[in-house]
C-alpha cells in the first residue's frame, strides 16, 4: 500500500515537473531598447509600452515572461549602445527585440549622419541579441512629438525633422531585414485626442501605447 501510494506521488511530481517545463519552454523572452518611449515617461510601469505588450499578447495566445528594459529617458543612440553593452542580460538571446530610438538625436541637434552612424550599430547589436535572427527583431519609427501641446508650436519643423529621421531608420532597417512598423501616424493624433498624450503634454499616454500594440499584433508571428 506504502509502495504504491509512493509510486502514484512520484508520478505526480514528475508530471508537474513536465507541465512546468514545458510552460517554461513556451514562454517567449522579450528585450525593449530605447529610451522615454520604451521606459513610459509619465504612466506607470505596468501601462508602459513593453509591459502592456506583454498582456495584450495573451489575448492572442502568446505568451512573453517579464520583459526585460533598457531604455531611459533623454537617452540618444550612443548613451542606449553603451547602456545595451554594460547591462548583464537575463538571456543570451530573446525571442523578441524591439528597438524605439533617435527622438533625442533629433531634439538635441545630432545631425543625421552621426544617427545614420549608431542607428547601424543599435540595429546590429539587437540581430545579435536576436540570436542573429533579424525576424525577431523590430525597429518602430520614431513618435511625432510635434502633435502634442509641448511640440505644437513647432509642429511643422518638428513633423519634418522626425520624417527625415524615420526614412533613415526605415532605410536602414530594410538593409538588415528587420521588421519595421510606422507608429508615427498614430502618434499624430495627438492633439486632436489629447487621451492619446500623458499628463506632462509631451510624452504618449497608455491608451495611445495600446494603439501601437494593437497595430504590432496584427503583424507579428512569434519565430
Known sequence: MKKSLLFILTLGFLSSCNAQEKTSSD?????????????G????????FP?????????????????????????RTDQLLKAVTDTKLKYSSYDLVTLLIG????????????????FHLA??????????DAKKVWVFSIPDYGYTPFGSMNKNSVSAR??????????????????????????????????LVADDGLHPSAEMYQLWIQKFLKEFKPQ
Open 27 to 39: 514562454t517567449l523572452h522579450y528585450l525593449a531598447l530605447g529610451d522615454s518611449y520604451t521606459i
Open 41 to 48: 515617461e509619465s504612466v506607470p510601469g505596468s501601462d508602459n
Open 51 to 75: 509591459n502592456q505588450l506583454v498582456k495584450l499578447s495573451k489575448e492572442k495566445n502568446i505568451f512573453f515572461d517579464a520583459p526585460e528594459i533598457i531604455a531611459k529617458t533623454g537617452w
Open 103 to 118: 527622438v533625442n538625436d533629433e531634439y538635441q541637434g545630432r545631425t543625421l549622419q552621426q544617427y545614420e552612424e549608431q
Open 123 to 132: 540595429i546590429r547589436k539587437a540581430i545579435e541579441l536576436a540570436g542573429n
Open 162 to 195: 522626425i520624417d527625415a529621421y524615420n526614412k533613415l531608420n526605415k532605410t536602414i532597417a530594410k538593409k538588415y531585414k528587420v521588421n519595421y512598423l510606422d507608429i508615427t501616424e498614430i502618434s499624430r493624433k495627438g492633439l486632436n485626442q489629447s487621451n
